[in-house]
């Protein structure tokens, strides 16, 4: 089966902004942007866990993609801050609906992870002859 050039380009978009929002940083970020735009240090406190160098490395990733903008005021000290653009504001709905169905389904997913894991203990313990 061959794919059409156009799906193909569709699937590595695809494939690409998995891997964006797939990084937890990335969708700490867009989640906290959505409610407007911030400082670095703000969004830095905001996101519990997160180093200087991951955030600064997340806010260029999503710069890049078009999905946030920086803007640097030249002030002393300097001012820099982050919003959303109208593309990373399209993103806060899929995210949200992926967030709801995570939430919705946690505890199935939990115990499906248990039971896998429980089953494959098993399967892989030495068999023991009786003497």
């Known amino acids: 089966m061959s794919v059409e050039p156009d799906e ?11 891997n964006r929002i797939g ?4 969708v700490m970020v867009v989640g906290r942007l959505k409610g407007g735009t911030m400082r670095f240090s703000e969004l830095r406190r905001a996101i519990d866990g997160v180093s ?4 600064t490395l997340t806010l260029r990733n999503l ?10 005021y030249p002030e002393i000290p300097p001012r820099v801050e982050y919003a959303l653009t109208e593309l990373g504001q ?7 609906a992926l967030w709801d169905w995570a939430a ?3 505890d199935a997913i939990s115990q499906s992870r248990t039971s896998y894991d429980r089953a494959q203990m098993m399967a892989h313990e030495p068999i ?3 003497a």
């Open 52 to 55: 200087q160098r991951m955030l």
């Open 8 to 18: 193909a380009m569709v699937c590595t978009a695809m494939g690409d902004i998995l």
């Open 63 to 72: 710069e890049r993609d078009g999905l946030v903008t920086r803007t640097v």
């Open 104 to 106: 919705e389904h946690q």
């Open 23 to 26: 990084d937890k940083w990335s």
């Open 128 to 130: 023991r002859r009786r």
């Open 90 to 96: 399209t993103l806060t709905g899929p995210i949200g």
